[in-house]
């Protein structure tokens, strides 16, 4: 069965974090730190900081619009240091 994640990189070079969603995590930060992503590009290098496994694209998708729609900076920290978001 193949997993799906919901992960969040950051740029120190930029101080920004992206979240994403895709199958094959260890790939797809290869891919944003190759320049890929229009956004991503500007940001190199990118560290993997945070992920969440799912079962299916929908949830994985889901997760990420939620962590999204936040708009908040400080949710992300929270979410990254453990002190929000879901336990696993």
């Keep these: 069965m193949e997993q799906w994640y919901t992960y969040i990189i ?5 101080n920004k974090y992206y979240v994403g969603s ?5 790939l797809r930060v290869q891919r944003h730190n190759l320049g890929w992503g229009k956004f991503t590009k500007k940001g190199i ?3 993997l900081v945070y992920f969440e496994i799912f079962s299916d694209k929908s949830d994985s998708l889901r997760r990420e619009k939620e962590i999204k729609s936040k708009k908040s900076r400080t949710f992300i920290i929270k979410l990254i240091s453990g002190a929000g978001g879901r336990p696993e």
């Design 10 to 14: 950051h740029s120190e070079k930029i």
């Design 22 to 26: 895709t199958s094959n995590i260890e």
């Design 45 to 47: 290098p990118w560290k």
